[in-house]
């Protein structure tokens, strides 16, 4: 098993990484070493991302460095298509509006969030550990655009072909619904309990995905 570890921490590049058939909580964490900028995930959805809503939900351990970008989505007219940042606030871009949710957790342990926004109602909650936060106002009517770029740990400029505001810790169970899960879905999820679906645009452990820049795997303790 070392052995196994071993050989999957020296290869820098994961092209098409799918692993089925495994629980998802003995899938690995992916590791953002923080002296190392140029790391980040290139991830292939297992459909379009044209959205009308959505729950994007992860586990993260975060280096105390600043704003730091989960997820980045970006099209050939948006940079800020759909972009999720971590920090002293979670931030959401969406179709280049933004808004922020205040994050007063300080521990440096792991945290479970899941963002969920619906076009219909035009509003975005933040859930943390399982709890919900007050809904915000955020783009009513409107649909992400297909045929971008979808990333995690770097936010992509696409005119100027480079990454900025890099994770810098933990990641692990990332999964994007194209639709807004309900309160005990989440809370399921923030608990770890057993069978939960994955998500139809991102499936931790199914999507296919590049790990580029020097990204690690290492042993998922996030439910621990």
């Known amino acids: 098993t070392q052995k196994i570890w071993a050989d999957l921490q ?9 692993i089925s058939g495994t629980k998802s909580s003995t899938f690995p964490a992916f590791y953002f070493p923080v002296e190392n900028i140029e790391s980040f995930v290139e991830v292939h959805p297992l459909r379009a991302v044209s959205l009308q809503a959505f729950t994007l939900c992860f586990w993260s351990r975060a280096q105390p460095v600043g704003c730091q970008t989960i997820l980045s989505y970006c099209t050939g007219d948006s940079d800020h298509e759909l972009v999720v940042t971590v920090g002293t606030e979670l931030g959401l871009w969406l179709g280049g509006q ?38 915000k106002r955020l783009q009513k009517g409107y649909v992400s655009r297909a045929g971008g770029t979808l990333v995690l740990g770097k936010d992509r400029d696409t005119l100027l072909g480079t990454f900025s505001n890099g994770f810098a810790g933990w990641m692990a169970q990332v999964n994007l619904w194209s639709r807004v899960l309900n309160a005990t879905e989440v809370r399921a999820l923030a608990l770890c309990k057993e069978g939960q679906p994955k998500g139809d645009v991102i499936a931790w452990g199914q999507t296919p995905m590049a790990l580029l820049g020097g990204v690690i795997l290492q042993p998922d303790t996030s439910c621990q």
């Open 98 to 135: 933004f808004l922020s949710f205040p994050l007063q957790q300080e521990a440096q342990g792991w945290l479970h969030h899941c963002v969920a926004w619906a076009s219909r109602e035009g509003t975005a909650t933040l859930w943390l550990n399982g709890a919900a936060g007050k809904a």
């Open 10 to 18: 020296e290869m820098e590049l994961l092209a098409f990484l799918v």
